[in-house]
């Protein structure tokens, strides 16, 4: 089945800063999202882009699935982006979303 | 719209002991689905279901079960609780699998095997 790496597996910033997280995937995809775990363990959407870049205030990513990766940028990090980011990809001809292990991010104040 | 509802939030079990997590969603979603997340592993599929009646097995399906006897509820059974069984379960929506845009989250359930 299909692979879904992420990296770095952990990273600590300082407020301001800002950050570039990876996601890699061994086969194509039909779809693609990114999720924010927040310290109390709930799931929330930022972003579907199988392909292309999109934003969302001081977020954005951007889907090369030619060379099967994705970027998730922060821009300006604050302590409430603390968290772990996820990427899941599905793939045409199954229902199953796959996840990656995850980026770990801690924004110190 | 409430979204998607995980009951109970946090659940102590004895080994061999049998409970269901509840799962509703309220947003006439056709997939629904379970994860497990564990330390260091990201979150893993169990089971999932594309509609009433129809259920599929994930990634670690074993010592679980699913049924789908109406769009809105998708219960987690286990059946004879193991240890290796304490994990986090999230409960998942979307309006069609990985055709949709966007896979919603109840607030997980807790869960420890002793």
């Known amino acids: 089945g299909i692979q879904v790496e992420q990296s770095p597996p952990d990273l600590i910033l300082q407020e301001g800063a800002n950050s570039t997280l990876r996601c890699n995937f061994s086969d194509s995809v039909n779809n693609l999202q990114w999720f924010h775990q927040n310290p109390w363990g709930q799931l929330i959407n930022l972003f579907y882009i199988p392909s292309g870049t999109k934003q969302n205030g001081r977020l954005s990513a951007t889907t090369v699935a030619t060379e099967r990766y994705s970027l998730l940028y922060i821009s300006s990090s604050q302590t409430t982006d603390s968290g772990v980011y996820f990427c899941a990809v599905g793939t045409s001809g199954t229902y199953k979303y796959i996840f990656g292990t995850g980026t770990r991010l801690k924004v110190l104040a | 719209n409430a979204g998607v509802t995980q009951t109970p939030k946090f659940q102590v079990l004895k080994t061999g002991q049998s409970m269901t997590l509840q799962c509703a969603q309220d947003?006439?979603?056709?997939?629904m689905s379970w994860y497990r997340q564990d330390p260091g592993m990201g979150l893993r599929l169990i089971h999932y279901s594309v509609g009433a009646g129809i259920t599929d097995q994930g990634e670690v399906p074993n010592g679980y079960n699913v049924s789908r006897s109406t769009t809105e509820d998708f219960p987690l059974r286990l059946l004879s609780a193991a240890p290796s069984q304490t994990s986090v379960y999230f409960c998942?929506?979307?309006?069609?699998?990985?055709?949709?845009?966007?896979?919603?989250f109840g607030s997980g359930t807790q869960l420890s095997v002793l």
């Open positions: 947003m006439n979603h056709e997939y």
């Open positions: 998942a929506s979307s309006w069609q699998g990985p055709r949709s845009e966007k896979l919603f």
